[in-house]
């Protein structure tokens, strides 16, 4: 039971820290009346704490051989990243932080259901069956229910 709860507990942190990335961010562009600065300054303390965390766990640099066998999209993270903190900075002052995380989580959902059904970026195929659908569906009323 510990074995799932968890990590669950540890996803459910993970969620709860992305509203509190957002409002902070959102002040920060506030603060600083600039979207660019508030999202580079996020990106600059996240690139901090990555370094930090690579040093703690004595993670060695990887080679150039190992770098020019990945695939030119496999790199292309950051500039999601960079898209998902950028509209955030700007959209949740507009929406509010539970219709934008209402509205972030169907996105991913909608996306997620493509991807495992079409077995994108080489993710295993897994069809989109009712149950799937429904959920889908629930989060849409979701959103719908927590705009009012």
Do not use: E
């Amino acid at each position: 039971m510990i074995k799932i709860v968890f990590p669950m507990l540890l996803a459910a942190a993970a969620g709860a820290s992305v509203v509190i990335q957002q409002v902070i961010n959102s002040d920060l562009r506030t603060a600083l009346n600039s979207v660019a600065w508030s999202g580079f300054a996020s990106y600059l303390v996240g690139l901090l704490c990555m370094v930090l965390l690579a040093l703690a766990l004595h993670d060695p640099l990887p080679s150039l051989a190992t770098m020019a066998r990945i695939p030119w999209w496999a790199w292309s993270g950051g500039l999601f990243g960079a898209l998902f903190v950028g509209g955030a900075i700007v959209l949740v002052p507009t929406l509010g932080a539970a219709t934008f995380i209402a509205l972030l989580i169907t996105g991913q959902m909608l996306a997620s259901v493509a991807f495992d059904h079409f077995g994108w970026l080489g993710l295993a195929q897994r069809s989109i069956d009712l149950p799937r659908l429904l959920g889908v569906a629930m989060l849409i009323g979701g959103v719908i229910l927590i705009r009012r």
